[in-house]
């Protein structure tokens, strides 16, 4: 008998019961619980197979009186969660999606594996490094930029601390992130706001600064506890923590605390190549993960964006 998907539309869902959920997947993420949801995409809904043996959240938006599906700014991946990783509801699930909304353009995860001959999928890169070994192993596999960057940040007396000024690493992000995400608005910064007060309340972000040897606040790394993941959340970044190899520093700062660990470091993934060989000069491995969009809007709605 084939199990049914339910539709459990916003102000529905019992956030206990979908957190239990989430928990019990192979492929679980912190993004996924209701928490981040509530914030980052307010008037959520859910499709949930069975009694929670694969559910896919939906990130609800509403624009000229259409309902879409849209992924939220600062969260890389959503997709489809599943307790068991050997059984792929991907395509089931975007069936019921694509019959439900007429547009959406959201982040499957790297478990997600829809049928590119259906659906108009764009293959995106994330960057992933196993924390299973000892720090002096994983060292090993750092390329020579990244260990230059790194003697050249300790030798400038770069130093690093916890910083948990949320108003300030808001401000140097925004600063910078005018120029390389103009698109990116007020409210969701607002929201990343949120996420990271809460986060510091609860234990589930890190963040920490690299001051200059003068004292002077350089370049940040805001990390998530993501159940068997460390996840690179963003950083900020100025003109001299550049010049000096902060980031560099901060990076290697947590590979070395949690190495051992047997976690994943998930750097996030970038379409900039710039980010991108940054990523991988530690040593990580490129993971590929579908951004699916779904276009079903006459026109002239089918111009629209979010």
């Not at 980052?40 to 929670?52: D, K, N, Q, T, Y």
């Not at 049928?115 to 750092?142: F, I, P, W």
């Not at 916890?162 to 005018?178: Q, T």
């Not at 100025?238 to 560099?248: I, K, P, S, V």
Request: positive net charge; aromatic residues 12%; hydrophobic residues 40%.
């Amino acid at each position: 008998m084939r199990k049914e998907i339910r539709h459990i539309p916003a102000g529905m869902i019992n956030r206990d019961e979908w957190d239990g959920w989430v928990r019990a997947t192979a492929n679980r993420r912190i993004s996924a619980c209701s928490m981040f949801l509530d914030i980052f995409a307010p008037g959520w809904g859910a499709l949930v197979l069975g009694s929670g043996d694969a559910i896919m959240p939906l990130t609800v938006n509403r624009k000229w009186g259409i309902s879409y599906l849209f992924q939220p700014v600062f969260v890389q991946q959503l997709g489809i969660l599943m307790k068991d990783a050997g059984v792929d509801y991907t395509d089931l699930f975007l069936e019921r999606v694509s019959s439900t909304y007429r547009f959406s353009d959201i982040a499957l995860n790297e478990m997600n594996h829809p049928d590119a001959g259906r659906y108009h999928c764009m293959n995106m890169t994330n960057y992933l490094l196993k924390l299973d070994r000892s720090y002096d192993e994983l060292v090993q596999g750092y390329d020579t930029n990244t260990l230059r960057n790194i003697r050249k940040a300790v030798r400038l007396g770069v130093y690093l601390r916890p910083h948990e000024h949320v108003n300030e690493v808001i401000r140097l992000f925004a600063l910078n992130g005018r120029k390389l995400y103009p698109n990116i608005r007020s409210i969701s910064y607002s929201r990343l706001e949120a996420v990271l007060e809460r986060g510091l309340s609860d234990g589930f972000v890190e963040i920490r600064g690299a001051f200059s040897s003068g004292g002077e606040l350089i370049a940040t790394l805001c990390m998530l506890a993501d159940y068997d993941r460390y996840v690179f959340f963003f950083s900020t970044n100025t003109l001299e923590g550049r010049n000096t190899g902060a980031m560099f520093l901060l990076v290697d700062s947590f590979i070395k605390q949690y190495s051992g660990s047997g976690r994943t470091f998930d750097f996030n993934g970038s379409v900039n190549p710039g980010m991108a060989r940054f990523y991988k000069g530690f040593g990580s491995k490129a993971a590929i993960y579908c951004r699916i969009r779904i276009n079903k809007l006459p026109f002239p709605f089918r111009l629209l964006k979010r």
